[in-house]
């Protein structure tokens, strides 16, 4: 069966940082384009970056320029969404997608 699956949501304080994996099961993630998005409460569901399958080209929204950066391990079939500098509006579920498979999401809460 053909799966994404994204971990290391949870709560974080405001300013603080969080790593979130995103993994595939059913084909081989280094093979292909990983996207981000996120879905915050209230708004629809927003880009929030990608990676190129060698890992040499990233773009990222404008909304969280300078302050999330995706990287991947290739050798490990994984991909990271790194979180800096959170603000509460970072809140909400964020989606790993590669090869048209999406994720279930992974919460993130920034909250004092």
């Known amino acids: 069966q053909v799966q994404v699956l994204e971990s290391g949501g949870g709560l974080v304080r405001p300013g603080g940082l969080l790593r979130l994996s995103c993994a595939a099961s059913?084909?081989?993630?280094?093979?292909?384009?990983v996207n981000w998005y996120r879905q915050s409460p209230g708004k629809e569901r927003e880009f929030i970056g990608n990676?190129?399958?060698?890992?040499?080209?990233?773009k990222y929204g404008d909304s969280v320029k300078g302050r999330f950066f995706i990287y991947r391990n290739n050798d490990k079939n994984t991909a990271t969404l790194e979180l800096n500098s959170m603000k509460p509006d970072d809140t909400g579920v964020y989606y790993c997608?590669?090869?048209?498979?999406w994720g279930q999401g992974a919460l993130v809460t920034v909250s004092s």
């Open positions: 997608k590669a090869a048209e498979v």
């Open positions: 059913g084909f081989t993630l280094k093979l292909w384009p």
């Open positions: 990676i190129s399958s060698g890992g040499g080209v990233i």
